[in-house]
Protein backbone atom coordinates (compact mmCIF):
# COMPACT_ATOMS: atom_id res chain seq x y z
CA UNK A 1 0.00 0.00 0.00
CA UNK A 2 1.17 3.59 -0.90
CA UNK A 3 1.60 6.31 2.09
CA UNK A 4 -0.34 9.54 2.35
CA UNK A 5 2.68 11.34 0.77
CA UNK A 6 3.36 8.70 -1.67
CA UNK A 7 -0.20 9.52 -3.03
CA UNK A 8 0.13 13.30 -2.77
CA UNK A 9 2.94 12.54 -4.91
CA UNK A 10 1.42 10.80 -7.70
CA UNK A 11 -1.28 13.99 -7.26
CA UNK A 12 0.63 16.32 -8.19
CA UNK A 13 2.76 14.26 -11.33
CA UNK A 14 -1.15 14.16 -12.34
CA UNK A 15 -1.51 17.76 -12.10
CA UNK A 16 1.82 18.51 -14.14
CA UNK A 17 1.19 16.41 -17.14
CA UNK A 18 3.39 18.31 -20.48
CA UNK A 19 1.12 19.68 -22.97
CA UNK A 20 2.24 17.16 -25.17
CA UNK A 21 0.87 14.20 -22.79
CA UNK A 22 -2.28 16.31 -22.46
CA UNK A 23 -2.36 15.93 -26.38
CA UNK A 24 -2.03 12.62 -26.25
CA UNK A 25 -4.86 12.00 -24.05
CA UNK A 26 -6.74 14.52 -26.45
CA UNK A 27 -6.00 11.88 -29.28
CA UNK A 28 -6.99 8.80 -27.82
CA UNK A 29 -10.39 10.16 -26.56
CA UNK A 30 -10.61 11.46 -30.07
CA UNK A 31 -10.29 8.33 -31.49
CA UNK A 32 -11.94 6.31 -28.69
CA UNK A 33 -14.56 8.28 -28.91
CA UNK A 34 -14.63 7.81 -33.09
CA UNK A 35 -15.18 4.11 -32.11
CA UNK A 36 -17.58 4.54 -29.93
CA UNK A 37 -20.00 6.34 -32.37
CA UNK A 38 -19.22 3.89 -35.14
CA UNK A 39 -20.17 0.90 -32.85
CA UNK A 40 -23.22 2.50 -31.35
CA UNK A 41 -24.62 3.10 -34.90
CA UNK A 42 -24.52 -0.81 -35.02
CA UNK A 43 -26.53 -1.81 -31.77
CA UNK A 44 -25.99 -4.70 -30.35
CA UNK A 45 -25.79 -4.85 -26.13
CA UNK A 46 -23.22 -7.96 -25.77
CA UNK A 47 -20.57 -6.52 -28.37
CA UNK A 48 -21.24 -2.13 -27.05
CA UNK A 49 -20.35 -3.77 -23.98
CA UNK A 50 -17.98 -5.48 -25.12
CA UNK A 51 -16.71 -2.09 -27.23
CA UNK A 52 -17.05 -0.18 -23.51
CA UNK A 53 -15.15 -1.86 -21.40
CA UNK A 54 -12.41 -2.15 -23.94
CA UNK A 55 -12.42 1.31 -24.43
CA UNK A 56 -11.66 2.05 -20.84
CA UNK A 57 -9.41 -0.48 -20.27
CA UNK A 58 -7.57 0.86 -23.16
CA UNK A 59 -7.49 4.50 -21.39
CA UNK A 60 -6.68 3.38 -17.98
CA UNK A 61 -3.51 1.26 -18.94
CA UNK A 62 -2.32 4.68 -21.24
CA UNK A 63 -2.92 6.72 -17.83
CA UNK A 64 -1.65 4.27 -15.69
CA UNK A 65 1.72 3.60 -17.31
CA UNK A 66 2.09 7.39 -18.88
CA UNK A 67 1.81 8.74 -15.02
CA UNK A 68 3.75 6.08 -13.11
CA UNK A 69 5.98 3.89 -15.41
CA UNK A 70 9.42 4.25 -13.56
CA UNK A 71 11.05 5.63 -16.59
CA UNK A 72 9.54 9.23 -18.27
CA UNK A 73 8.23 7.90 -21.33
CA UNK A 74 7.22 9.84 -24.80
CA UNK A 75 3.41 9.94 -24.32
CA UNK A 76 3.02 10.49 -28.05
CA UNK A 77 5.18 7.83 -29.55
CA UNK A 78 3.83 5.73 -26.22
CA UNK A 79 0.26 6.12 -28.11
CA UNK A 80 1.34 6.18 -30.98
CA UNK A 81 2.70 2.60 -30.40
CA UNK A 82 -0.87 1.37 -28.60
CA UNK A 83 -3.02 2.85 -31.33
CA UNK A 84 0.08 0.67 -34.67
CA UNK A 85 -0.83 -2.20 -32.55
CA UNK A 86 -4.67 -2.22 -32.42
CA UNK A 87 -4.45 -1.74 -36.08
CA UNK A 88 -2.06 -4.44 -36.90
CA UNK A 89 -4.33 -6.91 -36.40
CA UNK A 90 -6.55 -5.64 -39.59
CA UNK A 91 -5.42 -5.40 -42.85
CA UNK A 92 -2.23 -3.52 -43.76
CA UNK A 93 -4.23 -0.39 -45.62
CA UNK A 94 -5.89 0.46 -42.25
CA UNK A 95 -3.70 3.21 -41.00
CA UNK A 96 -3.30 5.58 -38.34
CA UNK A 97 -1.82 9.03 -40.49
CA UNK A 98 -0.32 12.12 -38.53
CA UNK A 99 0.28 15.19 -39.69
CA UNK A 100 3.42 14.88 -41.42
CA UNK A 101 2.71 11.90 -43.16
CA UNK A 102 -0.35 13.23 -45.03
CA UNK A 103 1.65 14.79 -47.78
CA UNK A 104 1.17 11.77 -50.27
CA UNK A 105 -2.70 11.83 -49.29
CA UNK A 106 -2.92 15.41 -50.29
CA UNK A 107 -0.71 14.88 -53.07
CA UNK A 108 -3.36 12.05 -54.55
CA UNK A 109 -6.51 14.09 -53.44
CA UNK A 110 -5.35 17.62 -54.70
CA UNK A 111 -3.20 16.62 -57.78
CA UNK A 112 -0.80 19.38 -57.05
CA UNK A 113 2.10 19.77 -54.31
CA UNK A 114 4.67 22.24 -53.57
CA UNK A 115 8.19 21.47 -54.68
CA UNK A 116 11.45 22.28 -56.50
CA UNK A 117 10.83 19.95 -59.25
CA UNK A 118 13.21 16.99 -58.26
CA UNK A 119 12.36 13.22 -57.79
CA UNK A 120 14.69 12.30 -55.47
CA UNK A 121 15.74 8.19 -55.20
CA UNK A 122 18.36 6.22 -52.94
CA UNK A 123 21.03 4.74 -55.15
CA UNK A 124 23.61 2.53 -53.62
CA UNK A 125 22.74 4.13 -50.24
CA UNK A 126 23.32 7.70 -51.25
CA UNK A 127 20.54 10.57 -51.87
CA UNK A 128 20.35 11.73 -55.22
CA UNK A 129 18.33 13.57 -57.71
CA UNK A 130 16.83 11.00 -60.02
CA UNK A 131 14.01 13.28 -62.47
CA UNK A 132 13.83 16.93 -63.16
CA UNK A 133 10.73 18.48 -63.81
CA UNK A 134 11.67 21.38 -66.82
CA UNK A 135 10.55 24.60 -66.12
CA UNK A 136 10.49 24.69 -61.91
CA UNK A 137 13.04 25.84 -59.86
CA UNK A 138 15.74 23.15 -59.97
CA UNK A 139 15.89 22.94 -63.59
CA UNK A 140 15.80 26.18 -64.17
CA UNK A 141 19.11 26.71 -61.28
CA UNK A 142 20.63 24.23 -62.61
CA UNK A 143 20.37 20.95 -60.80
CA UNK A 144 21.36 17.93 -62.55
CA UNK A 145 19.87 14.13 -62.94
CA UNK A 146 23.16 12.58 -60.86
CA UNK A 147 23.57 15.20 -58.41
CA UNK A 148 24.02 14.06 -55.11
CA UNK A 149 22.43 15.61 -52.04
CA UNK A 150 24.45 16.22 -49.55
CA UNK A 151 22.48 18.99 -47.05
CA UNK A 152 19.00 20.31 -47.11
CA UNK A 153 18.68 23.62 -45.19
CA UNK A 154 21.51 22.55 -43.03
CA UNK A 155 20.66 19.00 -42.23
CA UNK A 156 22.63 16.39 -43.54
CA UNK A 157 20.87 13.63 -45.67
CA UNK A 158 21.38 9.87 -46.24
CA UNK A 159 19.75 7.38 -47.35
CA UNK A 160 18.90 6.22 -43.84
CA UNK A 161 16.19 9.25 -43.60
CA UNK A 162 14.90 9.60 -46.95
CA UNK A 163 11.16 10.03 -45.42
CA UNK A 164 12.62 13.09 -43.88
CA UNK A 165 14.48 14.38 -46.46
CA UNK A 166 11.06 14.22 -48.69
CA UNK A 167 9.57 16.48 -46.01
CA UNK A 168 12.16 18.90 -46.04
CA UNK A 169 11.92 19.16 -49.78
CA UNK A 170 8.13 19.73 -49.94
CA UNK A 171 6.56 22.79 -48.71
CA UNK A 172 4.64 26.01 -48.67
CA UNK A 173 4.68 27.57 -52.62
CA UNK A 174 7.02 30.40 -52.18
CA UNK A 175 9.25 29.36 -49.39
CA UNK A 176 12.83 29.18 -49.95
CA UNK A 177 14.93 25.67 -49.50
CA UNK A 178 18.55 25.82 -49.70
CA UNK A 179 20.07 22.48 -51.18
CA UNK A 180 24.00 21.20 -51.10
CA UNK A 181 25.15 18.67 -53.54
CA UNK A 182 27.78 17.09 -55.29
CA UNK A 183 28.08 16.53 -58.70
CA UNK A 184 30.67 14.46 -60.56
CA UNK A 185 32.26 16.93 -63.03
CA UNK A 186 32.76 19.19 -60.32
CA UNK A 187 35.80 19.01 -57.65
CA UNK A 188 34.02 20.43 -54.39
CA UNK A 189 30.42 20.85 -53.28
CA UNK A 190 27.73 23.11 -55.15
CA UNK A 191 25.45 25.06 -52.70
CA UNK A 192 21.55 25.89 -54.47
CA UNK A 193 18.92 27.89 -53.26
CA UNK A 194 15.79 26.77 -54.45
CA UNK A 195 12.06 28.06 -54.26
CA UNK A 196 9.11 26.13 -54.08
CA UNK A 197 6.49 26.15 -56.51
CA UNK A 198 3.08 24.49 -57.09
CA UNK A 199 3.40 21.55 -59.04
CA UNK A 200 0.80 19.40 -60.68
CA UNK A 201 1.14 15.65 -60.27
CA UNK A 202 1.96 13.71 -63.54
CA UNK A 203 -0.29 11.05 -63.52
CA UNK A 204 0.58 10.36 -67.71
CA UNK A 205 4.09 10.22 -68.53
CA UNK A 206 4.04 9.13 -72.10
CA UNK A 207 1.72 9.78 -75.30
CA UNK A 208 2.93 8.62 -78.48
CA UNK A 209 2.98 6.10 -81.58
CA UNK A 210 4.71 2.98 -80.86
CA UNK A 211 3.23 1.57 -84.55
CA UNK A 212 1.33 2.44 -87.48
CA UNK A 213 -1.64 3.55 -86.28
CA UNK A 214 -1.33 2.38 -82.82
CA UNK A 215 -1.12 5.05 -79.84
CA UNK A 216 0.06 4.04 -76.54
CA UNK A 217 -0.56 6.04 -73.33
CA UNK A 218 1.26 4.99 -69.63
CA UNK A 219 -0.85 5.77 -66.43
CA UNK A 220 1.42 6.15 -63.47
CA UNK A 221 -0.94 6.88 -60.92
CA UNK A 222 -4.46 7.97 -60.28
CA UNK A 223 -4.10 11.30 -58.84
CA UNK A 224 -7.07 14.05 -58.57
CA UNK A 225 -6.80 14.85 -62.37
CA UNK A 226 -5.84 11.44 -63.85
CA UNK A 227 -9.08 11.22 -66.04
CA UNK A 228 -8.35 14.73 -67.96
CA UNK A 229 -4.61 13.51 -68.49
CA UNK A 230 -5.73 10.48 -70.41
CA UNK A 231 -8.55 12.41 -71.89
CA UNK A 232 -6.03 15.16 -73.49
CA UNK A 233 -3.36 12.11 -74.55
CA UNK A 234 -6.25 10.49 -76.52
CA UNK A 235 -7.00 13.75 -78.13
CA UNK A 236 -3.02 14.21 -78.52
CA UNK A 237 -3.02 10.94 -80.72
CA UNK A 238 -6.33 11.66 -82.88
CA UNK A 239 -4.99 14.82 -83.46
CA UNK A 240 -3.48 13.68 -86.83
CA UNK A 241 -6.42 11.22 -87.82
CA UNK A 242 -3.86 8.00 -87.70
CA UNK A 243 -5.34 6.46 -84.51
CA UNK A 244 -6.62 3.33 -85.11
CA UNK A 245 -5.79 0.95 -81.89
CA UNK A 246 -4.89 2.40 -78.31
CA UNK A 247 -2.65 0.51 -75.45
CA UNK A 248 -3.10 1.89 -71.94
CA UNK A 249 -0.61 1.10 -69.64
CA UNK A 250 -1.51 0.47 -66.24
CA UNK A 251 2.07 -1.68 -65.01
CA UNK A 252 3.41 -0.74 -61.92
CA UNK A 253 0.52 1.65 -61.53
CA UNK A 254 -0.19 1.23 -57.71
CA UNK A 255 -3.80 3.01 -57.87
CA UNK A 256 -5.33 6.10 -55.87
CA UNK A 257 -8.61 7.54 -56.17
CA UNK A 258 -12.00 5.63 -56.76
CA UNK A 259 -13.51 8.31 -58.62
CA UNK A 260 -10.34 8.66 -60.82
CA UNK A 261 -10.75 5.01 -61.69
CA UNK A 262 -14.36 5.53 -62.68
CA UNK A 263 -13.38 8.80 -64.79
CA UNK A 264 -10.52 7.20 -66.91
CA UNK A 265 -12.99 4.31 -67.39
CA UNK A 266 -15.36 6.74 -68.85
CA UNK A 267 -13.07 7.45 -71.47
CA UNK A 268 -12.98 3.90 -72.74
CA UNK A 269 -16.42 1.92 -71.68
CA UNK A 270 -19.69 2.38 -73.50
CA UNK A 271 -21.74 5.22 -71.61
CA UNK A 272 -23.68 4.57 -68.53
CA UNK A 273 -21.76 0.98 -67.90
CA UNK A 274 -21.38 0.17 -64.56
CA UNK A 275 -18.16 0.55 -63.70
CA UNK A 276 -17.26 -0.37 -60.10
CA UNK A 277 -19.71 -1.66 -57.09
CA UNK A 278 -18.68 -1.09 -53.46
CA UNK A 279 -19.67 -3.18 -50.93
CA UNK A 280 -18.72 -2.88 -46.57
CA UNK A 281 -19.84 -4.31 -43.19
CA UNK A 282 -22.91 -6.70 -43.54
CA UNK A 283 -25.91 -4.54 -43.51
CA UNK A 284 -24.36 -1.36 -45.04
CA UNK A 285 -25.64 0.02 -48.42
CA UNK A 286 -23.88 -0.93 -51.96
CA UNK A 287 -22.60 1.48 -53.78
CA UNK A 288 -23.00 1.70 -57.63
CA UNK A 289 -20.42 3.64 -59.88
CA UNK A 290 -21.06 4.34 -63.46
CA UNK A 291 -19.34 5.32 -66.92
CA UNK A 292 -20.98 9.43 -67.74
CA UNK A 293 -20.00 10.00 -70.96
CA UNK A 294 -19.41 9.09 -74.29
CA UNK A 295 -15.96 7.54 -74.78
CA UNK A 296 -13.55 9.46 -76.22
CA UNK A 297 -12.41 6.34 -78.55
CA UNK A 298 -15.53 5.74 -79.82
CA UNK A 299 -15.36 1.39 -80.59
CA UNK A 300 -11.48 1.48 -81.42
CA UNK A 301 -9.86 -1.46 -80.43
CA UNK A 302 -7.95 -0.97 -76.99
CA UNK A 303 -5.41 -2.99 -74.93
CA UNK A 304 -4.60 -2.87 -71.40
CA UNK A 305 -1.51 -3.99 -69.96
CA UNK A 306 -1.25 -5.15 -66.65
CA UNK A 307 1.70 -6.97 -63.94
CA UNK A 308 2.05 -7.48 -60.36
CA UNK A 309 2.58 -4.12 -59.38
CA UNK A 310 -0.69 -2.86 -61.00
CA UNK A 311 -3.25 -2.65 -58.02
CA UNK A 312 -6.35 -0.68 -56.87
CA UNK A 313 -7.74 2.12 -59.37
CA UNK A 314 -6.16 0.29 -62.37
CA UNK A 315 -7.59 -3.26 -61.30
CA UNK A 316 -10.97 -1.01 -60.96
CA UNK A 317 -10.37 -0.20 -64.84
CA UNK A 318 -8.74 -3.48 -66.05
CA UNK A 319 -11.59 -5.22 -64.52
CA UNK A 320 -14.48 -2.99 -66.31
CA UNK A 321 -12.65 -3.24 -69.17
CA UNK A 322 -12.13 -6.74 -69.25
CA UNK A 323 -16.27 -7.16 -67.81
CA UNK A 324 -17.86 -5.62 -70.70
CA UNK A 325 -15.64 -6.61 -73.10
CA UNK A 326 -14.41 -3.71 -74.31
CA UNK A 327 -10.82 -4.62 -74.73
CA UNK A 328 -8.13 -7.35 -74.00
CA UNK A 329 -5.88 -6.80 -71.21
CA UNK A 330 -2.75 -8.20 -71.66
CA UNK A 331 0.56 -9.23 -69.43
CA UNK A 332 0.47 -10.92 -65.84
CA UNK A 333 -1.87 -11.16 -62.88
CA UNK A 334 -2.12 -7.87 -61.45
CA UNK A 335 -1.88 -7.14 -57.68
CA UNK A 336 -5.04 -8.13 -56.24
CA UNK A 337 -6.07 -4.68 -53.96
CA UNK A 338 -9.88 -4.85 -53.54
CA UNK A 339 -10.48 -3.19 -50.85
CA UNK A 340 -11.57 0.40 -50.58
CA UNK A 341 -10.58 3.06 -47.82
CA UNK A 342 -11.73 6.07 -46.25
CA UNK A 343 -9.88 9.25 -44.26
CA UNK A 344 -11.22 10.41 -41.17
CA UNK A 345 -10.17 13.52 -39.12
CA UNK A 346 -9.27 12.13 -35.69
CA UNK A 347 -7.56 15.20 -34.20
CA UNK A 348 -6.25 18.32 -35.28
CA UNK A 349 -2.63 16.63 -35.38
CA UNK A 350 -3.75 12.97 -37.17
CA UNK A 351 -6.21 11.30 -39.25
CA UNK A 352 -7.04 7.50 -39.61
CA UNK A 353 -7.67 5.58 -42.80
CA UNK A 354 -9.72 2.74 -42.51
CA UNK A 355 -10.88 -0.06 -44.76
CA UNK A 356 -14.74 0.14 -45.60
CA UNK A 357 -15.72 -1.75 -48.05
CA UNK A 358 -14.77 -3.93 -51.18
CA UNK A 359 -14.46 -3.57 -54.75
CA UNK A 360 -16.20 -5.58 -57.28
CA UNK A 361 -16.31 -5.34 -60.85
CA UNK A 362 -19.33 -5.22 -63.12
CA UNK A 363 -19.78 -8.95 -63.13
CA UNK A 364 -20.00 -9.14 -59.68
CA UNK A 365 -16.22 -10.49 -58.59
CA UNK A 366 -14.02 -9.35 -55.83
CA UNK A 367 -10.86 -7.72 -57.10
CA UNK A 368 -8.66 -8.48 -53.42
CA UNK A 369 -6.61 -12.08 -53.79
CA UNK A 370 -6.08 -11.72 -49.69
CA UNK A 371 -8.50 -12.53 -46.96
CA UNK A 372 -7.05 -10.25 -44.25
CA UNK A 373 -9.71 -11.25 -41.43
CA UNK A 374 -9.14 -14.90 -42.00
CA UNK A 375 -8.70 -16.85 -38.28
CA UNK A 376 -9.62 -13.12 -36.89
CA UNK A 377 -12.54 -12.47 -34.75
CA UNK A 378 -12.18 -8.58 -35.65
CA UNK A 379 -13.08 -7.67 -39.74
CA UNK A 380 -13.93 -4.44 -40.63
CA UNK A 381 -15.57 -5.58 -43.67
CA UNK A 382 -18.08 -8.49 -44.46
CA UNK A 383 -16.30 -11.20 -45.41
CA UNK A 384 -18.43 -13.33 -48.29
CA UNK A 385 -17.69 -16.64 -49.37
CA UNK A 386 -14.69 -17.37 -51.25
CA UNK A 387 -14.97 -16.03 -55.04
CA UNK A 388 -11.97 -17.94 -56.20
CA UNK A 389 -13.47 -20.80 -57.65
CA UNK A 390 -16.60 -19.17 -58.71
CA UNK A 391 -16.80 -18.46 -62.17
CA UNK A 392 -18.67 -14.75 -63.77
CA UNK A 393 -19.91 -14.15 -66.25
CA UNK A 394 -18.59 -10.77 -68.60
CA UNK A 395 -21.05 -9.35 -71.22
CA UNK A 396 -20.11 -11.38 -74.01
CA UNK A 397 -20.17 -14.66 -71.28
CA UNK A 398 -16.91 -14.97 -71.34
CA UNK A 399 -16.02 -17.32 -67.90
CA UNK A 400 -13.69 -15.13 -65.58
CA UNK A 401 -12.77 -15.96 -62.42
CA UNK A 402 -12.61 -13.43 -58.45
CA UNK A 403 -10.40 -12.87 -55.73
CA UNK A 404 -7.13 -13.15 -57.33
CA UNK A 405 -6.46 -10.12 -58.97
CA UNK A 406 -7.08 -9.58 -62.75
CA UNK A 407 -6.09 -11.90 -64.93
CA UNK A 408 -4.97 -10.66 -68.26
CA UNK A 409 -6.89 -12.20 -71.57
CA UNK A 410 -3.52 -12.83 -72.79
CA UNK A 411 -0.46 -13.75 -70.87
CA UNK A 412 2.72 -12.76 -71.32
CA UNK A 413 5.89 -12.57 -69.31
CA UNK A 414 8.03 -9.53 -68.48
CA UNK A 415 11.65 -9.74 -69.89
CA UNK A 416 13.47 -11.38 -66.74
CA UNK A 417 17.00 -9.45 -65.82
CA UNK A 418 19.97 -11.63 -64.98
CA UNK A 419 21.52 -11.85 -61.97
CA UNK A 420 24.34 -9.73 -62.61
CA UNK A 421 22.02 -6.97 -64.41
CA UNK A 422 19.57 -6.73 -61.54
CA UNK A 423 22.77 -6.05 -59.15
CA UNK A 424 24.24 -3.74 -60.87
CA UNK A 425 21.11 -1.96 -61.18
CA UNK A 426 20.82 -2.44 -56.95
CA UNK A 427 24.03 -1.17 -56.35
CA UNK A 428 23.76 2.09 -59.25
CA UNK A 429 26.92 1.31 -61.35
CA UNK A 430 24.17 2.21 -64.28
CA UNK A 431 23.25 5.34 -62.92
CA UNK A 432 26.63 6.71 -61.64
CA UNK A 433 28.22 5.24 -65.13
CA UNK A 434 25.73 7.41 -66.72
CA UNK A 435 26.70 10.43 -64.96
CA UNK A 436 30.14 10.19 -65.61
CA UNK A 437 29.52 9.68 -69.45
CA UNK A 438 26.98 12.93 -69.19
CA UNK A 439 29.97 14.99 -67.41
CA UNK A 440 32.49 13.55 -70.11
CA UNK A 441 30.06 13.53 -73.23
CA UNK A 442 28.00 16.46 -72.40
CA UNK A 443 25.69 15.50 -75.36
CA UNK A 444 24.29 12.56 -77.70
CA UNK A 445 21.95 12.20 -80.34
CA UNK A 446 18.35 11.36 -80.02
CA UNK A 447 19.07 8.11 -81.53
CA UNK A 448 21.99 6.98 -79.27
CA UNK A 449 22.72 3.29 -78.53
CA UNK A 450 26.00 1.90 -76.43
CA UNK A 451 28.43 0.17 -78.53
CA UNK A 452 31.28 -2.06 -78.12
CA UNK A 453 33.75 0.85 -77.12
CA UNK A 454 31.70 2.28 -74.51
CA UNK A 455 30.69 -0.86 -73.30
CA UNK A 456 33.91 -1.36 -72.93
CA UNK A 457 34.19 1.78 -71.08
CA UNK A 458 31.69 0.92 -68.56
CA UNK A 459 33.80 -2.42 -67.43
CA UNK A 460 36.53 -0.56 -66.82
CA UNK A 461 34.49 1.55 -64.62
CA UNK A 462 33.18 -1.60 -63.14
CA UNK A 463 36.94 -2.43 -62.36
CA UNK A 464 37.62 0.98 -60.81
CA UNK A 465 35.01 0.72 -58.47
CA UNK A 466 35.60 -2.55 -57.30
CA UNK A 467 32.59 -4.12 -58.19
CA UNK A 468 32.00 -7.70 -56.92
CA UNK A 469 29.08 -9.83 -57.97
CA UNK A 470 28.19 -12.84 -56.05
CA UNK A 471 26.93 -15.20 -57.74
CA UNK A 472 24.06 -17.25 -56.77
CA UNK A 473 26.10 -20.28 -57.84
CA UNK A 474 29.40 -19.38 -55.59
CA UNK A 475 26.44 -18.23 -53.02
CA UNK A 476 25.17 -22.28 -53.46
CA UNK A 477 28.70 -23.68 -53.26
CA UNK A 478 29.69 -21.33 -50.10
CA UNK A 479 26.26 -22.62 -48.13
CA UNK A 480 27.57 -25.73 -49.20
CA UNK A 481 30.75 -25.50 -47.48
CA UNK A 482 28.98 -24.60 -44.21
CA UNK A 483 26.60 -27.61 -44.45
CA UNK A 484 29.94 -29.89 -45.29
CA UNK A 485 31.11 -28.17 -41.71
CA UNK A 486 28.15 -28.81 -39.76
CA UNK A 487 28.17 -32.28 -41.73
CA UNK A 488 31.60 -33.49 -40.26
CA UNK A 489 33.68 -33.71 -44.08
CA UNK A 490 36.97 -34.00 -43.94
CA UNK A 491 39.37 -30.68 -44.80
CA UNK A 492 39.76 -31.85 -47.99
CA UNK A 493 35.77 -31.46 -49.70
CA UNK A 494 35.65 -28.00 -47.74
CA UNK A 495 38.99 -26.96 -49.39
CA UNK A 496 37.65 -27.62 -52.85
CA UNK A 497 33.94 -26.58 -52.25
CA UNK A 498 35.66 -23.16 -50.86
CA UNK A 499 37.85 -23.09 -54.21
CA UNK A 500 35.36 -24.06 -56.51
CA UNK A 501 33.21 -20.76 -54.32
CA UNK A 502 36.10 -18.07 -55.11
CA UNK A 503 36.15 -19.72 -58.60
CA UNK A 504 32.99 -18.59 -59.57
CA UNK A 505 33.01 -15.62 -57.69
CA UNK A 506 36.38 -14.69 -59.86
CA UNK A 507 34.43 -15.23 -63.44
CA UNK A 508 33.13 -11.47 -63.31
CA UNK A 509 34.61 -11.13 -66.64
CA UNK A 510 33.43 -13.57 -67.96
CA UNK A 511 29.93 -13.21 -67.18
CA UNK A 512 29.89 -9.33 -68.36
CA UNK A 513 31.24 -10.36 -71.87
CA UNK A 514 28.33 -13.32 -71.85
CA UNK A 515 25.68 -10.88 -70.87
CA UNK A 516 27.27 -7.97 -73.24
CA UNK A 517 23.85 -7.82 -75.14
CA UNK A 518 21.62 -7.36 -71.68
CA UNK A 519 24.59 -4.85 -70.57
CA UNK A 520 23.79 -2.65 -73.43
CA UNK A 521 20.68 -2.20 -73.36
CA UNK A 522 20.26 -1.39 -69.71
CA UNK A 523 23.10 1.03 -70.08
CA UNK A 524 21.21 2.91 -73.40
CA UNK A 525 18.09 2.93 -71.18
CA UNK A 526 20.09 4.88 -68.31
CA UNK A 527 22.50 7.18 -70.39
CA UNK A 528 19.31 7.87 -72.26
CA UNK A 529 17.26 8.71 -69.08
CA UNK A 530 19.90 10.87 -67.49
CA UNK A 531 20.66 13.05 -70.75
CA UNK A 532 17.52 13.03 -72.44
CA UNK A 533 15.20 12.47 -69.91
CA UNK A 534 12.21 9.83 -69.31
CA UNK A 535 10.24 10.51 -72.16
CA UNK A 536 13.72 9.30 -74.19
CA UNK A 537 14.13 6.50 -71.57
CA UNK A 538 10.56 4.85 -71.66
CA UNK A 539 11.35 5.21 -75.79
CA UNK A 540 13.96 2.86 -75.20
CA UNK A 541 12.50 0.23 -73.64
CA UNK A 542 9.94 -0.46 -76.63
CA UNK A 543 11.81 -2.36 -78.73
CA UNK A 544 12.57 -5.16 -75.37
CA UNK A 545 9.34 -4.98 -73.95
CA UNK A 546 7.47 -8.50 -75.17
CA UNK A 547 4.15 -7.58 -73.48
CA UNK A 548 4.04 -3.93 -75.47
CA UNK A 549 5.20 -5.68 -78.81
CA UNK A 550 2.55 -8.58 -78.13
CA UNK A 551 -0.15 -5.89 -77.79
CA UNK A 552 0.96 -4.12 -81.10
CA UNK A 553 0.81 -7.33 -82.27
CA UNK A 554 -2.78 -7.73 -81.21
CA UNK A 555 -4.05 -4.98 -82.48
CA UNK A 556 -2.49 -5.40 -85.68
CA UNK A 557 -4.53 -8.74 -86.06
CA UNK A 558 -8.52 -8.05 -86.26
CA UNK A 559 -9.24 -11.84 -85.89
CA UNK A 560 -7.15 -12.85 -82.91
CA UNK A 561 -8.42 -9.81 -80.91
CA UNK A 562 -12.30 -10.65 -81.60
CA UNK A 563 -11.35 -14.00 -81.07
CA UNK A 564 -9.78 -13.32 -76.89
CA UNK A 565 -13.11 -11.49 -76.58
CA UNK A 566 -14.60 -14.75 -77.32
CA UNK A 567 -12.63 -17.04 -75.47
CA UNK A 568 -12.57 -17.91 -71.52
CA UNK A 569 -9.87 -16.14 -69.47
CA UNK A 570 -7.89 -18.80 -67.15
CA UNK A 571 -7.70 -18.38 -63.75
Given at each position: MMDGKQMQRNDEQRDHRTPRRNRSIVLISALLGILSMAFVAMGGGDLLLK?????????????????NYVDEIDPERFVRSGIDGML???????????????????????GKYGGVGVTIGIRDGMVMIVGLLEGFSAA???????????????????????????????????????????????????????IREEIPVTNVTYVGYVGAGVGYVKLERFSKTAGEDVRSGIRQLMGDGQLRALILDLRDN??????????????????????????????????????????????????????????????????AVQDLDRGIVLGTRTFGKGLVQTVTRISDRGSLKITTARYYT????????????????????????????????????????????????????????????????????????A????????????????????????????????????????????????????????????????????????????????????????????????????KAQIEATFPYDPQLQAAIGLLRSPATYTQLLKEKTRP
Open positions: IHRGIDTFGKVYREIAMKSLDPYTVYIDDTERDEIDLVTTKQGIQVGDRILEIDGTAVSGSNYERIRLLVRGAPGTEVRMKIERESQAHPLEYVLPGGLLDMAVDVASKIVPESSLVVSTRGRKGSRELKYYSYEKPILGDLPIALLVNGASASASEIVAGPSGRSIQEINYAEDQDLSPIELSASDSNKVFRTAHNRQVYGESGIWPDSTVEENQLSGLVRELQRKAMFFRFNRFKAQRGSIADNFRVTDEILGEFIEFLKEREFAYDAQLSSRLTALKREAIKEGFGSRVVQRLEEAAELARNERDTLLMNQRDELRRALTIEILGVMKGR
